[in-house]
């Protein structure tokens, strides 16, 4: 089986510019969480879904947003660009229910901002 | 701020010994999970225990959790170059339905052939 799966592998963009990101979880898994990992520090939360609702969001700006498709893949959209945005974003998808489950990471987006 | 912290931040072994990583964190937990990152790349998940857990095994490794110390060890036992990368804890501290994963800054492991 497929494990998560994410898209673009990297992206170069330039500050004020807007990025999609794309995920596709584990087949079966209903749950799908967005990540940012910057160089020399762990993951930070940024959203999760599940069943296309948010279940969580962390402590990110309104620049950040995400949504749910019918069949569980997942977008976050990063709008006006910063160079502090400059990361590896993390998808991680999970069974969503009964909550509390394992999560799997795909392989992230190494988004540069230039 | 992140709840976790690592101990040590790096550690570096030869092939064949064990090596103990530890997990501290602040607040209560759902659950505990370790991961494996190489060189920047995707986690890998290792092993999740949950709050009224005490131990797990999974192979090499070995998992320990102590709630009322609030901390966590991992133990990787007979080494292989093969596990050179990082070793994050993730805290699940979500509450209302969300899953959310507070990691910490993750401890480098260095294996020596």
């Known amino acids: 089986d497929a494990g998560v799966t994410q898209s673009p592998t990297h992206l170069i963009k330039t500050r004020g510019q807007q990025v999609t990101l794309r995920c596709s979880p584990i087949s079966g898994h209903k749950s799908v969480s967005w990540y940012q990992q910057v160089l020399g520090q762990g993951p930070q939360f940024i959203f999760q879904?599940?069943?296309?609702?948010?279940?969580g969001r962390g402590n990110f700006p309104d620049r950040f947003s995400a949504r749910q498709f019918p069949n569980y893949s997942s977008e976050l959209n990063v709008n006006a660009l910063l160079l502090g945005d400059s990361a590896l974003y993390l998808c991680?998808?999970?069974?969503?229910?009964?909550?509390?489950?394992?999560?799997?990471f795909g392989p992230g987006t190494r988004l540069t901002v230039l | 701020s992140q709840q976790g912290e690592e101990d040590p931040q790096a550690l570096s072994i030869q092939e064949g010994e064990n090596a103990t990583m530890n997990c501290s964190y602040k607040?209560?937990?759902?659950?505990l999970q370790w991961y494996r990152q190489n060189s920047g790349r995707g986690l890998v998940h290792l092993i999740l225990i949950r709050s009224n857990e005490r131990e797990k095994h999974s192979g090499r490794l070995r998992v320990t959790l102590d709630t009322s110390k609030k901390s966590s060890s991992l133990l990787i036992t007979a080494s292989r170059a093969a596990d050179t990368a990082s070793y994050f804890c993730?805290?699940?501290?979500?509450?209302?339905?969300?899953?959310?994963?507070?990691f910490g800054k993750g401890t480098k492991l260095t294996v020596n052939p």
């Open positions: 993730a805290t699940d501290v979500g509450g209302g339905g969300s899953e959310k994963l507070v």
């Open positions: 607040t209560s937990i759902n659950n």
């Open positions: 991680a998808s999970s069974l969503g229910l009964p909550r509390g489950q394992e999560q799997f």
């Open positions: 879904y599940y069943e296309k609702e948010e279940r």
